[in-house]
């Protein structure tokens, strides 16, 4: 019998502010919806992400759930750093509800966080894209250059000011660390070096003045080559590490996060890996995409997706991840209409292939909400079929209410569905 590495990847949101559960912090979604069981070496791997936990305890119960799986930990953070308004000092992931003043009850201390980490048995790495607002930035330029921000736990990322306006896009770090995740390296083998991978998206993103890059630490194998041709994931060296001993709440077993229509970035369950479009073409299309020449990146992917009519017919899963391309692309050229469009297309696709069962089928319509919310006046236009699709898949209530109020506030009547 072969031992299955079994890894875990968490994604941990700290986004205080509860109007943006309406529209979900981007960089936070980026990440969900870039498969991120792709990038662990490892066999098998659960992805549990945490949009809007209720409370330190809660975080922490999961964080130690995430630490107890024996093989590669990756865990997300994004957000926002805070230091309490009174008593000060003690830097804190913000949670939902938290401002300074509330922080110090309602956000998870950065030192659980960490104390977490340090008892997790296999390779563990932290992937951070943060910001701070200007009473905790002292704090984390002292703890970045002290080490006191890892506490010997490797973390790579970025911190940067608190932005005048709530961005609409991932931050320019996270989505250069996706495109170099996604396209891997054909020179190396079958795991990454993060401190690589860490600096190519830091040139690729060309941060400003003001980014406080983090670097500390030497992960082991955590990080999968997704241009590897064969990737057989290492073995991690395990050495059994004792538990804290102080648990303050029992950790719950990890399930998706509920289908709710102000969180369309949730992660799906695991699913078999598709095939993937061309990945020679892939890298020259995204970089297209990144310089801004959008009409030559759509251009090649239109033709991509032709090459795989002809191939493999319009039915085929190759066909349709070239839909999925296309569909990313008009969302990074700002096309959010086109891209909803396409993304209930893909939608659509899978279903039929697959069923309503499949979760990359509801990752594609939760894709196509995210840019239906951002789809202006052609919103109304877009929304019956977007019901439809929310209609036949199991938990997709209160996604396909949020579509009724919508239409109900732009005085149409919604069409009824047949199940």
């Known amino acids: ?53 209720e409370g330190p305890q809660s975080a922490l119960a999961y964080l130690q759930h995430a630490a107890a799986v024996p093989g590669p930990l990756l865990v997300w953070v994004t957000g926002r750093l ?6 000060g000092g003690e830097l804190h992931l913000a949670l939902p509800g938290s401002t300074p003043a509330t922080v110090r009850y309602t956000g998870l201390p950065w030192a659980w ?38 506490q010997g736990v490797p973390l790579f990322g970025v911190v940067n000011p608190v932005p005048p306006v709530a961005a609409r896009e991932a931050g320019p770090y996270t989505r250069a660390l996706l495109e170099a995740l996604q396209t891997g390296d054909h020179r190396a083998g079958a795991v990454l070096d993060a401190s690589a991978l860490h600096r190519q998206a830091l040139l690729g993103a060309g941060p400003g003045q003001e980014a406080l890059p983090l670097q500390w630490g030497v992960p082991g194998p955590v990080l999968a080559n997704v241009a590897a041709p064969a990737r057989p994931h290492p073995r991690p060296r395990q050495q059994p590490r004792p538990r804290p001993a102080a648990a303050p709440v029992p950790a719950p077993v990890p399930q998706p996060a509920p289908v709710q229509a102000a969180a369309p970035a949730a992660p799906v369950p695991a699913a078999e890996p598709a095939a993937q479009p061309q990945d020679d073409l892939l890298p020259v ?128 009547v919604p069409p009824t569905v047949a199940h």
């Not at 790495?125 to 890892?150: F, I, M, N, Y």
């Not at 969302?331 to 396409?342: F, I, K, P, S, T």
């Open 113 to 150: 966080l960490l104390r977490t980490l340090q008892a997790h048995a296999g390779p563990v790495l932290v992937l951070a894209d943060l910001e701070a607002d200007p009473a905790a930035r002292p704090h984390v330029e002292s703890g970045a250059h002290s080490g006191e921000l890892s």
């Open 285 to 412: 299309i995204l970089a297209a995409a990144h310089a801004g020449r959008h009409n030559e990146a759509a251009a090649m992917a239109a033709a991509g997706e032709q090459q795989a009519l002809r191939r493999y017919g319009p039915d085929s899963p190759e066909a349709g991840l070239w839909v999925e391309v296309r569909a990313d692309l008009a969302r990074m050229a700002g096309d959010h209409a086109r891209a909803a469009e396409l993304w209930m297309t893909a939608a659509g696709g899978r279903l039929g292939r697959s069923g309503p069962a499949d979760g990359e089928v509801l990752a594609a319509v939760k894709r196509a909400h995210f840019c239906w919310q951002h789809s202006g006046d052609r919103a109304v236009r877009l929304a019956p079929a977007l019901l439809a699709l929310w209609e036949r898949l199991p938990g997709g209530e209160g996604a396909a209410e949020h579509i009724r109020m919508r239409l109900q506030e732009a005085q149409e």
């Open 1 to 53: 019998m072969v031992d299955t590495v079994r890894g875990c990847v968490l994604l941990l949101d700290g986004t205080p502010d509860r109007r943006r559960g309406v529209l979900p912090n981007p960089t936070a979604h980026a990440i969900a919806g870039a498969n991120p069981r792709r990038f662990l070496a490892a066999d098998a791997v659960d992805v549990v992400q945490l949009p809007a936990v």
């Open 82 to 87: 805070m230091i309490p308004a009174r008593r």
